[in-house]
């Protein structure tokens, strides 16, 4: 008997927490910050050669451009809105244009891609990052951001951030 009634009294106590948390819910702001190498990948494999997998930054160390992809990762089920930031520097003594595209939908289906063009100043980093907000895509981003660059010879990827809000009153989308 005292084992029923202390499984109820767990029971309603449990139920009673998640009841409060689904009542008081509200947005948050979490963000991931990552150095390139957790998510980022030369696009082929003639281009592992010339691009030097460094612990702070993907460096192209070869003498004609390199294509590295970026894939992000976030709360899809929970997530209302997200920021995708891209930092990139150029070791070389000339400024120097670089080129990442965001990429937002599904492999198979309707894609989106978004180019943005920067110069980079000789032998520094870029003064701010490349960025794509889900909504800067006409159809959103159905949760996925990935990022295209591509790194001209003495240029790098340096560092990544994913900023999104996350409200748990809000349904979780369908997977597609």
Known sequence: MKLATGLAALTVAIASTLAIGQANAIEEQEGFSSNPSARCQPALPAFDE???K????MVNQGTTNAFVNCAFETEINLSTAQLISVYVS????APVDVTCTGIS???GRTNEYLPLTMTVPAG???TSPFQWA?????????GLISVACTLPPGTAINDSYVDFLIDDAVDAPPIP
């Open 54 to 57: 460094r612990p702070l930054a």
């Open 124 to 126: 520094e980093q870029s």
């Open 134 to 142: 889900d909504n800067d895509f006409a159809t959103g981003s159905a």
């Open 50 to 52: 010339q691009v030097r």
């Open 90 to 93: 150029n070791a070389t003594a």
């Open 105 to 107: 939908g599904y492999e």
